[in-house]
């Protein structure tokens, strides 16, 4: 059974930082993109970034570029974002996410494996 397993959530001031991590389990083979996706309360779910398998192609949504890094581990079944500059509006549940295949998609369907998700709080 594939499992996605988040840390790194919490509380922090804006202007502050915070950094995701996640690890995939019980997946065989490779070749296979991530990302993370963030759901606000009474929002949709939102793509934020997303990763190739081997780094080297990274999309973000427009409302984090510039502040957000997606990051692949050297064993590749892991995923990190470092978040700098955070604002109240980025306040939300964040999920990451394991694509089908080696596709960089951005939208929920391009997902087929998903974690718990982990509380980002940025206070004002």
């Known amino acids: 059974q594939v499992q996605l397993i988040e840390s790194g959530g919490g509380l922090v001031q804006a202007g502050g930082s915070l950094r995701l991590s996640c690890a995939v389990s019980?997946?065989?083979?490779?070749?296979?993109?991530m990302g993370w996706f963030r759901q606000a309360p009474g929002k949709e779910r939102e793509f934020v970034a997303v990763i190739s398998w081997t780094g080297t192609v990274t999309y973000y949504a427009d409302s984090v570029k510039g502040r957000f890094t997606i990051s692949r581990g050297t064993a590749k079944n892991t995923v990190s974002m470092q978040m700098n500059t955070l604002r109240p509006d980025d306040t939300a549940v964040y999920y990451c996410?394991?694509?089908?295949?080696?596709?960089?998609?951005?939208?929920?369907?391009?997902?087929?494996?998903w974690g718990q998700g982990t509380q980002v709080t940025v206070s004002s």
């Open positions: 996410a394991a694509n089908r295949g080696p596709r960089v998609g951005v939208t929920s369907a391009d997902f087929g494996s």
């Open positions: 019980g997946r065989t083979g490779g070749n296979y993109a």
